[in-house]
């Protein structure tokens, strides 16, 4: 197969004229905060679902299965939301809700208390139950069944979407990248949209049954390792191979 010479020999990454390169950083710089910032809401609420820092299996277990021996409530109260209200007041809602949550007892003391500590946010903020409603209450007091499948479809479909997206522009711009085996770019640009797969798949699995809850973490520390890679290899063959003021030529030509 013949090819015509090409004169495009700034289309890799140290080669890259300015505008372009600062197009590129400026949106690796802000994915990059984006993803460190996703990564802390995920140990904020997931990482808190059995109540200790960190993100563990039993994270994902509570998370997607549930704890089929406590209440959502009770799990939340221990976890994420402990911050939001006292030890007694916090002790005092768990020992009404393994009461079973009597209604007598919401309408005398407790429907005060949710609005004291709860109601500023469980009344104003969409997609949440509402605490001025005793029914709303109750729901979450029931034994914890983990993430719905309706709850599972939506985020699923929004993570596919929108992380795809990422992966797709940081995938694009490390395919300039210089100096890599071939076999390598392919591996690393297909990697992040796969372990995304896996990903959004073990929620569903770990729904069936908590023994799939460690395809989560792998799924998560695999598009992980290799965005990182790809995101300091295209910084570093921008800002510091650059420097050397060598010509490299077309990088997508050299790859066929």
């Known amino acids: 197969m013949q090819f015509t010479p090409s004169n495009m020999t700034w289309l890799n990454l140290p080669n890259m004229p300015a505008p372009i390169k600062t197009l590129f950083a400026g949106y690796l710089l802000v994915v990059g905060v984006g993803l460190m910032m996703a990564g802390l ?3 904020m609420t997931h990482g808190m679902a ?4 960190g993100l563990s299996k039993n994270d994902i277990v509570y998370s997607y299965y549930g704890d089929r021996t406590h209440s959502l409530l009770e799990n939340k109260l221990n976890g994420s939301m402990k911050a939001n209200a006292p030890d007694e007041v916090r002790a005092d809602i768990i020992k009404w809700v393994r009461k079973g949550a009597p209604k ?3 309408d005398a003391h407790f429907k ?3 609005v004291k500590h709860c109601v500023a946010c469980h009344s104003a903020i969409p997609n949440i139950p509402n605490f001025n409603h005793f029914e709303e209450v109750q729901k979450v007091a029931a034994t914890s069944d983990g993430a719905s499948f309706q709850s599972l479809t939506r985020v699923s479909h929004i993570h596919l979407f929108g992380i795809s997206f990422i992966f797709f522009f940081i995938s694009f711009i490390f395919s300039f990248a210089v100096g890599v085996p071939r076999k ?3 591996i690393a640009i297909a990697f992040p949209f796969g372990f995304l797969i896996l990903d959004i798949l073990s929620w569903w699995l770990t729904k069936l049954s908590p023994s799939f809850a460690y395809l989560t973490i792998i799924g998560g520390i695999g598009y992980s390792l290799a965005s990182t890679f790809m995101w300091v290899t295209s910084m570093y063959q921008m800002f ?3 420097r050397t003021g060598k010509i490299y030529g077309n990088t997508w030509e050299q790859d066929l």
């Open 41 to 43: 809401q995920i140990m």
């Open 184 to 186: 390598l770019k392919i």
């Open 50 to 53: 059995d109540g200790k820092v």
């Open 240 to 242: 510091i191979m650059s």
């Open 104 to 106: 007598e007892d919401w």
């Open 112 to 114: 005060a208390v949710f």
